[in-house]
T-cell receptor, first 109, second 114 residues
Framework: RKEVEQDPGPFNVPEGATVAFNCTYS??????FFWYRQDCRKEPKLLMSVYSSGNEDGRFTAQLNRASQYISLLIRDSKLSDSATYLC??????????FGKGTSLLVTP | DAGVIQSPRHEVTEMGQEVTLRCKPISGHNSLFWYRQTMMRGLELLIYFNNNVPIDDSGMPEDRFSAKMPNASFSTLKIQPSEPRDSAVYFC????????????FGPGTRLTVT
């Protein structure tokens, strides 16, 4: 079983829609969680950290459910520029991060 | 500010040849990571260094792969001999501090082994 699992998608949504991604992780001892964004043929970049109490950054909301070992990302009022692959990331051992394979989002006009 | 710098950006080589990928981390960052990304396997951690010392190389596929970090501003990932299954995008990333922080990725090296 992979340490971080995500639905690969693609999720095709119209502009203005709300879309949610989930991911599950296997290591119950993990303490730090993140969402990264990767544009086509570019490097991954941090989108936001995920805190136990949940956190919001503009149109983006991240939630953590430790009991069920899953993390979610909600995007409201989708923009064309949100089209990308969203990587769920969980702290592994030491300073290493475990990346999911990503969920592809395409926002259409 | 300069981000993580990688070279070359693209490399095409024949099976059996030696390939050397280079990375310059962000100045002041203590940790450096090498990743490989493919469609099938996603982003895989190969090795990471902290204060120039290799901490975990369990992700290195086999003895054909080696990595060095001779100083705080330079690291190399070498594949010798290369094989077609090594074709992938290789990313270098760095992060500050001594705990889990945001990792800053370089633009990657797209390697094709024919």
């Amino acid at each position: 079983r992979k340490e971080v699992e995500q639905d690969p998608g693609p999720f095709n949504v119209p502009e203005g829609a709300t879309v949610a991604f989930n991911c599950t992780y296997s290591n119950s001892a993990s303490q730090s969680f993140f969402w990264y964004r990767q544009d086509c043929r570019k490097e991954p970049k941090l989108l936001m950290s995920v805190y136990s109490s949940g956190n919001e950054d503009g149109r983006f909301t991240a939630q953590l459910n430790r009991a069920s070992q899953y993390i979610s990302l909600l995007i409201r009022d989708s923009k064309l520029s949100d089209s990308a692959t969203y990587l769920c990331v969980v702290h592994g051992s030491g300073y290493a991060l475990n990346f999911g394979k990503g969920t592809s989002l395409l926002v259409t006009p | 500010d300069a981000g993580v710098i990688q070279s070359p950006r693209h490399e095409v080589t024949e099976m059996g040849q030696e390939v050397t990928l280079r990375c310059k981390p962000i100045s002041g960052h203590n940790s450096l990571f090498w990743y490989r990304q493919t469609m099938m396997r996603g982003l895989e951690l190969l090795i990471y260094f902290n204060n120039n010392v290799p901490i975990d190389d369990s992700g290195m596929p086999e003895d054909r792969f080696s990595a060095k970090m001779p100083n705080a501003s330079f690291s190399t990932l070498k594949i010798q001999p290369s094989e077609p299954r090594d074709s992938a995008v290789y990313f270098c990333a760095s992060s500050p501090g001594t705990s889990v922080y945001e990792q800053y990725f370089g633009p990657g090296t797209r390697l094709t082994v024919t």
